[in-house]
């Protein structure tokens, strides 16, 4: 009897063993050190992290920045143009982005409040992301003694 009463199998692509080893957690290649994550960690929990991170307009700090099409301006052309004129990016030295930081900072600000209505902290929320990413970038381009490649898509 099926451990699974309310799932009819159909073919031969998943049986009836394989979901309960997927219920038991003991499928092979999926657990959290299978994905470079500490034994401890839950994948699910991991997963979800980074699902909010692709929607996030806060995730610079680890290296993804995100403004929806909303209108202009756009703080993230102006930081990345490079990259948004080349198909598979661009490397961007971090002394670039530092300069054009100011700037950036004030679109992001100009476009939060102007389409989003926003107020102060998350204007700053915003900004602060911006700040993070280039951080981000000089701290890698110091490890790497070359500057990233930064990928950006409309």
Excluded: W
Excluded at 19 to 40: N, R, T, Y
Excluded at 97 to 108: D, I, K, S, V, Y
């Amino acid at each position: 009897m099926s451990s699974f009463p309310s799932i009819r199998i159909e073919g031969g692509l998943l049986s009836p063993e394989l979901l309960d080893q997927v219920i038991a957690a003991d499928v092979p290649g999926q657990k959290p050190a299978d994905f470079g994550l500490e034994p401890k960690r839950n994948l699910t929990d991991e997963i979800t992290a980074q699902h909010r991170v692709g929607f996030s307009s806060e995730a610079g700090g680890v290296g993804y920045l995100r403004e929806a099409y909303h209108g202009k301006p756009y703080a993230t052309i102006h930081l990345c143009a490079e990259a948004f004129a080349e198909d598979k990016g661009a490397r961007i030295p971090a002394a670039n982005l530092q300069e054009r930081l100011p700037q950036t900072l004030a679109l992001a600000k100009q476009r939060t409040r102007t389409i989003y209505r926003a107020d102060g902290a998350e204007i700053e929320a915003v900004k602060q992301s911006f700040r993070d990413f280039v951080a981000l970038c000089e701290r890698k381009e110091q490890e790497t003694g070359e500057p990233v490649l930064i990928v950006a898509s409309y």
